[in-house]
C-alpha cells in the first residue's frame, strides 16, 4: 500500500496509532517540510508536514501516523 505524504502526520509521543520512524533527512521547502523516515519494518516514506511543526534532524525518533482511510492499496 501507500499513504500521500500531506496524508502522513508526526505525533509528539507513542500511541495506539503510531509507528516509529527514524528520519533519513528533513527537506525546508517554505511552507512545509517534507520528512524522509524509515519504519521499523524498513519501509521507507515521505510525510510533508507543516513548517510549524518543529525541526527534525537525520537519526531522530519519530512517531508517524495516518488514517487507514489514507492508504492507496496497490494489486
Wanted: net charge neutral.
Amino acid at each position: 500500500f501507500g499513504v500521500r505524504p500531506e496524508a502522513i502526520r508526526v505525533a509528539a509521543s507513542a500511541n495506539g496509532k503510531t509507528r516509529r520512524a527514524k528520519v533519513e533527512s528533513a527537506m525546508f521547502l517554505g511552507n512545509c517540510v517534507h520528512l524522509e523516515a524509515r519504519l521499523e519494518s524498513g519501509h521507507a516514506l515521505t510525510a510533508e508536514i507543516s513548517r510549524l511543526n518543529g525541526s527534525y534532524n537525520r537519526g531522530d525518533e519519530v512517531h508517524l501516523w495516518w488514517e487507514e482511510r489514507d492508504e492507496l492499496r496497490l494489486p
